[in-house]
């Protein structure tokens, strides 16, 4: 059986994103169908993006401060799940910003699932992932999913809470067993070098990319219990990262591969990694 769900991941500016891309293309190219969902999107399927949790209490009185055009906007970008109400609020924004209360937005950020307490964070996570890998079974195309099964639930429950390294293992290999009827490949990028890696990563981006991702890294959870500060304190907190990322790997116990991008040559890149995928598969 060839994987129904592929997951790429590795440390910031390491190459996950264009290895997802590369895979698409691979796959694609094999005559497989797939779909590509990379970091960011506001419909991924198995993570969320850009929306608010709110109790009911809290969804009535955000409705009952608005009334016509901007209710029925809520009403058409919330769910239910639950006892919760979750609601897209990036997509309101990027789709009716203009029209709506200015307090909405604050109100709705401080919400986002990505700022909710790790227990109540995680309950919805793997929810969300046991909604997707049933539907994925009945579905013939393979996943290509960016960062979302190892990056996501590590920056969540180490960078933010600093949880406890048994606690993200677990989180882990829950997603692991509630996708294990996927066949998932689970593609690791590397590289030689952590810093090199993301001092690159730091010139290359915008300003308002490192400035964020310093700040997210050493203001909250494992960099602040450490004091860790500044770039320097961002590349520690990094390394405890790759630290727990290994160990996480060689916790699980899915079809998995580790790829070298180091050199950031663009088609070497693609070689390997459509090397490995076919050896892979012809082992399928």
């Not at 590369?22 to 005559?31: A, C, D, K, R």
């Not at 709705?108 to 079974?137: G, M, N, S």
């Not at 494992?222 to 727990?244: D, F, P, S």
Request: contains cysteine; proline residues 4%.
């Amino acid at each position: 059986m060839h994987p129904k769900l592929i997951l790429i991941e590795g440390l910031p500016g390491y190459g996950k994103s264009t290895a997802a891309q590369l895979v698409y293309e691979i796959l694609t190219e094999m005559n497989m169908g797939a779909q590509l969902v990379l970091e960011g999107n506001l419909d991924h399927p198995a993570d969320y993006e850009g929306v608010a949790c709110l109790t009911q209490a809290e969804y009535d009185e955000l409705s009952r401060t608005c009334g016509g055009n901007p209710r029925e906007v809520l009403s058409a970008h919330t769910t239910c799940q639950d006892n919760y109400y979750l609601v897209g609020y990036r997509k309101i924004i990027n789709d009716h910003g203009p029209l709506l209360p200015k307090e909405w937005m604050g109100t709705l950020a401080r919400k986002d699932v990505y700022e909710l307490p790790l227990a109540q964070h995680k309950e919805l996570i793997t929810a969300r992932w046991r909604q997707f890998a049933e539907r994925a079974l009945t579905e013939p195309d393979t996943y290509v999913f960016d960062c979302c099964f190892i990056q996501n639930p590590v920056t969540m429950g180490m960078i933010k809470h600093d949880a406890a390294k048994d606690y993200m293992i677990s989180y882990i290999q829950e997603l692991e067993a509630i996708t294990a009827g996927l066949n998932p490949l689970l593609m690791y990028i590397e590289q030689d070098d952590l810093e090199h890696s993301f001092r690159k990563a730091v010139r290359q981006r915008p300003l308002e990319w490192s400035e964020g991702f310093i700040h997210y890294y050493t203001s909250q959870g494992y960099g602040l219990r450490q004091g860790h500060q500044g770039i320097e304190g961002t590349l520690r907190v990094l390394e405890a990262r790759q630290k727990l990322e290994g160990i996480i790997y060689n916790r699980l116990n899915m079809d998995k591969i580790k790829v070298n991008n180091s050199s950031y040559d663009l088609p070497a890149y693609k070689q390997d990694l459509a090397g490995r995928l076919a050896g892979y598969l012809e082992r399928e």
